[in-house]
Structure formats: C-alpha cells, structure tokens
C-alpha cells in the first residue's frame, strides 16, 4: 500500500510533465481506474476461490507493480491502461488481505483484528503520498516511479512465500484468555 501512496502522489506529475495535459486529465485517468476497480471487484470471488488469498494476493500486486511502472511511459494510451491495470489489480490484494483476516482471526477478535489490518493496510498509503511529494521534489516522477514499482513487484513476489508458514487458526472462544 505504500506503492499505492506514491503512485497517487506521482499522478499529476505525470499528468502535467509526461503526458502534457491538463490537470483535469487525471479525472479522466481517475474513471478508467474506478472502471478497472469494479472490475476487478467482480472477479476477485470466483478468483480467490480458485487461486487461494496469497496467489490473488500476489498477481493483483504484481499488475499494480506493472501498472505503476507503466504511467513513466509519456504515451496517453499507455498510461490510461496503467491505470485499468491498477484499479484491476488492488482491490485483489484487499479483498484476499481481508478474506484471510476473516478466514483465519478468531471470531470473538474479528472486530479488533480487522480494525488493526485497516491501519496496517491503509496507513502506508498516507506515508507513500507523502514520500512520493518528497521524492518529486528531489527527482523526475520516472524514477520514483521505477523504484515504487521494483519495490511493489518484490513485495507481491515475497508475500506467497511468506504464507506458506502461515497457521490457520481454529475458531475459538479467547475470552478466557483476556
């Protein structure tokens, strides 16, 4: 998620310095990825039961990886099929990061389990804006935009292996513990 904060903070960059256009441009990039979203959102069920949360976990973080590597080409037509990609790609990797809370934390934790995964998710993105802003001022939105996609595609390439290890945690009463 944290490629995803940088990736947003890049977008007018590449809006204005790559592509030319006005910033209302990114209103139209915004659509085509809200399109990919829902997209994407429809199939991610019957994909995750196919694929298992950690492989639709890790292709949706590998097209976002892509699509995010794919706004540095200065082409319309190819940046706004980055941003299909992207909207197609991420919400695989939420819905099997919240599958997989559901599916593995203890129902009478659910409620703080899934509150702990929103700010583990979510709270990178708000870092990666603003390190995507701070990198802009350092550097052209090319290279942020290479590095934010070499490290997206390593984490996607990583999480699979980690969840190997993973244990399935029976529903159980913790309350005795507490």
Excluded: N
């Excluded at 706004?71 to 790609?89: D, E, H, Q, Y």
């Excluded at 009478?108 to 870092?127: G, H, I, M, Q, R």
């Excluded at 090319?142 to 290890?165: Q, T, W």
């Amino acid at each position: 998620m944290l490629v995803s904060g940088v990736d947003g903070a890049v977008v007018f960059a590449v809006v204005d310095h790559g592509l030319h256009r006005e910033p209302g441009f990114t209103g139209v990039l915004s659509a085509v990825q809200g399109g990919g979203t829902v997209l994407g959102g429809l199939i991610a069920g019957p994909l995750l039961r196919r694929a298992g949360e950690a492989r639709l976990s890790a292709v949706g973080g590998l097209l976002f990886a892509a699509s995010v590597a794919l706004r540095a080409v200065p082409w319309t037509p190819v940046v706004t099929a980055a941003s299909l990609l992207s909207g197609l790609g991420l919400p695989w990797v939420l819905v099997a990061a919240f599958t997989a809370v559901q599916r593995i934390a203890p129902r009478d934790l659910l409620a703080t389990v899934s509150a702990t995964a929103d700010t583990v998710l979510f709270v990178p993105a708000a870092v990666g804006m603003a390190l995507g802003a701070g990198l802009l001022a350092l550097t052209s939105y090319r290279p942020v935009l290479y590095a934010a996609a070499f490290a997206g595609a390593l984490a996607a390439a990583y999480g699979p292996r980690k969840s190997r290890r993973a244990v399935r945690t029976p529903d159980r009463d913790t309350s005795a513990a507490c």
